[in-house]
């Protein structure tokens, strides 16, 4: 065990500081979950987010979030939500950040394609890929041989506490073995099991620690406010069009076959009702001015403390005051919370994700991640990057060379996937 520390009673023990691999004792100063925190904000795979799609692509519009600010945010309000509740904040903040490191180019739309050319291997998704890139792809941290030389067998990444990594990881399964209302998510794959057996040790079944679901209800409230906020800004959403019934019965289907299948029209109208009578939705359209922007801002300033508030209200009414850490808690969010934040998706999915001019989008993209996948099979190891390059070569078979081509992929950015289609599929050698 590595970066041992004594904590609290009701807080964190020896198992939840320990490392997949040991490491020499650190300096004091600061605790192993702040030093995991830093890993993940000094990663290269943080730094690429930057230039990933989170609704729009990065550099559509000058306003809109990119993977890497929806990060940032993210972590922000996840790591006052998972504090107020006696979480060690730092353990929050890395999930936080490392929330989106698997997401490879164009968003959910590139992973839909991934998923798509690796099914027969055990398909993609973005959040088994980024346990495979906290444990194996990011360079930080390499095991000893088997002669028990220190770094000279593989590579383990970042390295992470037991903690830190649990927390990070949203959907604690295997493909096909999680809950009914999240078909097709997951968060290991097969070749990745060792070090998700380790991390989930003493851990029964698929429940999430405290932590992971303060991560996973920050990214909802985030993405749900923001996600709004950058699309009205666009001109993509008019709010005052949901004054029409008929438009928000458009809104309301799309929420129930993305998110609340259970939703009814009632409890959707309630909820919409709700957060336009709370004092901040604004009255007028959005129209470029300071302060029809800073009406826009105060709204979602107050979305998201009134969602937090909710949560940390209901989550200690259920299990009272001390430290809420690790599996002593289950995050409570109250149902009118949870219908409130898919009426906010629903209203970006509506108007951005599903718009006309995005769909030839999308189809373009799939169409991007397809041939790089096919050409890099023809072409590999030629066209991998070194660090792939190395990996292919000491694959054991098809589907591990497969794999490693997906990874490759995977960390590629938006730009850098498009500039690599060029290269290699439209002006081949």
Not at 6 to 28: I, L
Request: glycine share 8%; proline share 5%; charged share 30%.
């Amino acid at each position: 065990m590595s970066g041992s520390r004594t904590f609290d009673d009701g807080g964190y023990g020896p198992a939840d500081v320990e490392r997949w691999v040991a490491e020499p004792p650190k300096s004091a100063g600061r605790t192993p979950f702040a030093r995991d925190r830093a890993r993940v904000l000094h990663s290269a795979a943080l730094r690429r987010l930057a230039a990933k799609t989170q609704v729009v692509g990065p550099g559509a519009d000058d306003f809109a979030r990119t993977r890497l600010t929806h990060t940032l945010e993210v972590a922000q309000v996840g790591r006052e939500l998972g504090q107020a509740l006696g979480c060690d904040p730092d353990v929050v903040d890395t999930a936080c950040l490392a929330h989106d490191l698997g997401h490879p180019p164009f968003g959910h739309n590139g992973e839909a394609a991934l998923d798509e050319v690796a099914r027969h291997i055990g398909g993609f998704e973005g959040n088994a890929q980024t346990l495979r890139v906290l444990t194996r792809l990011e360079a930080k941290t390499f095991a000893p041989d088997d002669t028990g030389k220190p770094g000279a067998g593989r590579s383990v990444g970042l390295n992470l506490t037991r903690a830190s990594l649990d927390a990070a990881t949203k959907y604690p399964w295997r493909r096909g073995e999680g809950p009914p209302d999240v078909p097709g998510k997951f968060g290991v794959y097969d070749d990745d099991l060792e070090v998700f057996t380790w991390l989930r040790r003493g851990v029964t079944g698929s429940r999430r620690c405290v932590e992971a679901q303060v991560m996973d209800f920050a990214d909802d409230v985030a993405y749900s406010v923001h996600d709004v906020e950058d699309g009205v800004v666009s001109g993509r959403i008019r709010l005052a069009r949901l004054a029409d019934h008929a438009e928000r019965r458009g809104v309301w289907e799309v929420v129930r076959e993305w998110y609340v299948a259970d939703a009814t029209d009632d409890e959707l109208d309630a909820a919409y009702d709700r957060l336009r009578s709370f004092g901040y939705w604004p009255e007028r359209d959005y129209d470029g001015h300071r302060r029809t922007l800073a009406a826009l801002k105060d709204m979602t300033s107050q979305l998201i403390g009134r969602f937090c508030q909710a949560a940390q209200e209901a989550t200690h009414a259920a299990y009272g005051g001390g430290r809420l850490t690790r599996y002593r808690a289950d995050l409570v969010v109250p149902r009118e919370t949870r219908l409130e934040i898919a009426v906010l998706k629903g209203i970006a999915a509506r108007y951005v994700m599903r718009s006309e001019e995005r769909l030839s989008v999308l189809a373009r993209q799939r169409e991007v991640i397809h041939a790089l996948v096919a050409v890099l099979q023809e072409r590999a190891p030629e066209g991998l990057d070194p660090a792939f390059r190395a990996d292919f070569e000491a694959a054991p078979d098809d589907a591990a060379r497969l794999r490693v081509i997906v990874d490759q992929v995977a960390s590629l950015t938006d730009a850098s996937a498009l500039a690599l289609h060029r290269t290699l599929v439209e002006t081949p050698t």
